[in-house]
């Protein structure tokens, strides 16, 4: 299983900015599309942003224009910036890796992020 460790969260204010991070630690990064979820006392975990291998990004219609998801193969890592934060985006962020053609599927620990005055 591939170990994910999640970083940057924190207390900001509505307008402001944040960026995560989460390392993995395995040999073949590349082969993991890799996602952002969050969750919200009370709500169901949902998918934030997606980014694959190769490049290729997802994101949820709520924070199109305002996170950008990004991933550098050669440090393990993928972040997501987020910028223009509002309070409805305050939610415990959890970073998760994906292996196709495997049922092989990780999760990291969260890390929480709250919006507000």
């Known amino acids: 299983q591939v170990q994910l460790v999640e970083s940057g969260g924190g207390l900001v204010q509505p307008g402001g900015s944040l960026r995560l991070s989460c390392a993995a630690s395995?040999?073949?990064?590349?082969?993991?599309?890799m996602c952002w979820f969050r969750q919200a006392p009370g709500k169901q975990r949902e998918l934030v942003a997606r980014i694959a291998g190769d490049g290729t990004t997802f994101y949820t219609d709520s924070v199109k224009g305002r996170f950008t998801i990004s991933r550098d193969n050669a440090k393990n890592t993928v972040y997501l910036q987020m910028n223009s934060l509002k309070p409805e985006d305050t939610a415990v962020y959890y970073c998760?890796?994906?292996?196709?053609?495997?049922?092989?599927?990780?999760w990291g620990q969260g890390t929480q992020v709250t919006v507000s005055s």
């Open positions: 998760n890796a994906d292996r196709a053609f495997s049922r092989e599927n990780s």
């Open positions: 395995t040999r073949i990064f590349n082969l993991y599309v």
